[in-house]
Each structure stands twice: as structure tokens, then as C-alpha cells.
């Protein structure tokens, strides 16, 4: 069927509002994933995570803003080795009497580190409480190698 010019431009008029409309929703529905957790800003974070890939640097952010979490989670890429006691030491190395954190750069080269706490991310969206993610991660990482935590 060929539709007369005048009926196109309506189409188009009427088509075009409702497809920009469903692909603005579609990025504003993955956006906001992370709205649902507490996140710390980029803020003061030094350049090498600020550069790193967006799934990294949320890791950072996640870490920052979630020490309770992180720190009842172990890591599985054998990061015992250079003293760290959970996934949150793979991120931060330490907070100084101001609050301030001191990062570790050790997770912007090391995918399990992201990967363990993408998952523990994940599943805190699911409501998972923080034992069930860490039986989780224990399942489904010791594969990789020992727990670092002690």
C-alpha cells in the first residue's frame, strides 16, 4: 500500500514521537539500575578508576558506599596473597581518621574482583541479605581458588 504524502507526514508525525518516546524509556529503564543502591560519587577517586570501564568504575562506586557488604564478602583471585580479607580490600586499601578512602588499584585489572561484586550487587537488588550472597559467591567462585578471607 502506498500512502499519499500528506498521510506519511502524519504517520511520520505520529510514529516518530511514540518510537523516541519507547527508546528514551528503554535507556532510562537501564539507567536507573543502579539508583536502587547506594553508590559514592566519582568524586575524589583518582584518574586511573575515573578512566577505567564503566562496569569497574560502578564496582569502585559500589565499594566506597558499601563497606558493610563488601567486607562480609570474600574474593577468589588469590588476592590473600598481598593481605587482602574480602572484596572490599580489593578496592579500598584504607580510611583515614576524616573518613577519607585511600583505593586500591588492585580490581581495575582483575575481572573476579568486579565480576564478585557485580554479582553481590546484583543479587542486593534481588533483596538477597548479605549471608545468602556471600554463600552465593562461595559456591560459585572457589573455583577460581581459596577464599581471602580468614
Not at 564503566?54 to 598481598?82: E, M, T, W
Not at 583515614?96 to 586500591?104: I, K, R, T, V, W
Amino acid at each position: 500500500m502506498i500512502l499519499p504524502s500528506r498521510a506519511k507526514a502524519i504517520f511520520l508525525l505520529v510514529l516518530l514521537p511514540l518510537l523516541f518516546g519507547f527508546l528514551t524509556g528503554c535507556s532510562n529503564a537501564s539507567a536507573s539500575s543502579q539508583d536502587d543502591l547506594k553508590m559514592a560519587s566519582m568524586d575524589g577517586m583518582p584518574g586511573d578508576i575515573k578512566s577505567a570501564p564503566s562496569v569497574v568504575r560502578q564496582a569502585y562506586q559500589f565499594a566506597a558506599a558499601n563497606p558493610d557488604v563488601l567486607k562480609h564478602i570474600p574474593c577468589y583471585c588469590g588476592c590473600d596473597d598481598i593481605g587482602h580479607t574480602s572484596n572490599y580490600a580489593c578496592y579500598i586499601s584504607g580510611v583515614n581518621e576524616n573518613g577519607q578512602l585511600s583505593y586500591d588499584t588492585h580490581a581495575l585489572g582483575c575481572s573476579i574482583c568486579v565480576d564478585i561484586t557485580q554479582d553481590a550487587m546484583r543479587l542486593l537488588r534481588q533483596g538477597k541479605p548479605v549471608g545468602d550472597i556471600k554463600t552465593y559467591i562461595d559456591q560459585n567462585y572457589s573455583q577460581y581458588g581459596p577464599s581471602n578471607m580468614p
